[in-house]
């Protein structure tokens, strides 16, 4: 568990109240030692505390509370939208709902719940790798199955261009009851920063990836994308961290299949940290990496792929992901400080089932984002107990207690 104070609340009504009760005591008819006429309100006031009134007894801090949840790449190759498409190949009609079957309970019990878009809805005719246009029907799914902030800056975001970054964006822009960043269509629209509130807690994403594929901003557009800069995040930073609890910033970041930090993740994770950054999420390494705290700040290095059509040559590596969970409380004291914790941190390990030889990448359907904790055979994934304990001893490799679901009995 971590705790951090943030700040004192301003107390004016309460002292102005105070001063005006005080003037009028001044101003009473003194009945005696402990007595006084209030001349304001002709009530006697007791100057002893032996008999405190309801309003004079010792106020209890007040504490609200969210639960949250963040997964990792929603990566969209072609045959898993193959896979969701309606009637014939080429109908151009999707559903993914089947895709989440078994783990949209789970999502909806949060009342944050983040995901990764790693492929963006660019419209025109759907492309798999390397130049992905994700059916923004798979949007449609997440939200429905309760996911509420989203990460959009990703390396595959310039893919189709800056007409494939505009209509990414225009999916989103009216969609009032997501927390989403990263993407944009003007310099006002990127400054205008998307601040959520549930049970008294305010909360606020900002999202960078560090690479574009090479593929290159257009000129003097850099709003179309976040690309991750130290001075630019700075300033997103300060702009927003004296008006929210909770502060997350997604990365996008890291070497591919790598199930370690490198140095680069580890500098920006501690920079951000510095900067008073609650919560990091990582994503883009597209396997598991360890979830750790540096001081305060929550930093999870990589939550894996959520679903794709990557194949398990490394003892399932891409197909094997993690939602995390874990609560964050705020309390406030009588004396109006604001103290932000974050505990209870766990989650729960999930597997890309599809249908195919899971070490090609040929012939695969049937894509479904299946959690450890209802496999009760090989059904899903040979050898799933051994697998089990070899992720979770990845993301547990930092030294951080994480209360993983177990798998049933």
């Not at 963040?70 to 072609?78: E, K, M, P, V």
């Not at 609650?278 to 705290?293: N, R, S």
């Amino acid at each position: 568990m971590t705790k951090r104070k943030k700040r004192k609340l301003k107390r004016k009504v309460f002292l102005s109240l105070t001063i005006i009760f005080l003037i009028g005591i001044g101003f009473g008819i003194c009945l005696g030692k402990d007595k006084v006429i209030d001349l304001f309100t002709s009530k006697e006031v007791n100057l002893n505390n032996s008999n405190v009134n309801e309003e004079e007894k010792p106020k209890e801090d007040e504490v609200y509370k969210v639960s949250m949840l963040a997964t990792g790449d929603g990566l969209i190759h072609n045959a898993v939208y193959y896979a969701y498409e309606e009637g014939y190949r080429g109908s151009g009609i999707y559903n993914f709902d089947g895709a989440l079957t078994y783990i949209k309970d789970i999502v909806s019990k949060y009342d944050i719940a983040y995901y990764n878009q790693e492929t963006p809805f660019a419209g025109g005719t759907p492309s798999g790798y390397p130049r992905f246009s994700t059916p923004s029907e798979f949007g449609d799914a997440m939200i429905k199955a309760g996911f509420n902030m989203i990460s959009l800056a990703t390396n595959h975001t310039l893919d189709k261009g800056e007409s494939g970054v505009l209509n990414f964006y225009n999916y989103f822009k009216d969609k009032d009851d997501i927390v989403y960043n990263g993407i944009a269509d003007s310099l006002e629209s990127r400054n205008n920063y998307i601040i959520g509130e549930k049970n008294n807690i305010t909360y606020s994403m900002l999202s960078y990836t560090t690479s574009t594929n090479g593929l290159p901003v257009p000129s003097g557009k850099d709003y179309l994308i976040n690309v991750y800069d130290e001075e630019q995040v700075k300033k997103d930073v300060e702009a927003l961290r004296d008006k929210v609890d909770v502060l997350i910033v997604a990365m996008h970041w890291g070497v591919e299949y790598a199930s370690s930090p490198n140095d680069s993740q580890k500098e920006i994770a501690n920079y951000l940290a510095d900067l008073g950054v609650d919560i990091v999420i990582g994503t883009h390494p597209h396997v598991l990496q360890p979830i750790t705290w540096i001081d305060d700040t929550l930093v999870i290095y990589s939550l894996g792929n959520f679903i794709s059509n990557q194949y398990g040559t490394d003892d399932y590596n891409k197909l094997v992901g993690f939602m995390a969970t874990w609560d964050i409380t705020k309390t406030i004291t009588p004396e109006g400080d604001i103290d932000i914790s974050i505990d209870n941190l766990g989650g729960e390990l999930i597997f890309t089932k599809y249908t195919g030889n899971p070490i090609t990448t040929a012939n695969h359907s049937e894509h479904q984002v299946i959690p450890f904790s209802i496999m009760t055979d090989e059904t899903y994934l040979k050898d799933y107990k051994r697998i089990y304990e070899k992720y979770s001893g990845i993301l547990k490799n930092m030294g951080t207690e994480l209360n993983i679901v177990p798998l049933p009995n």
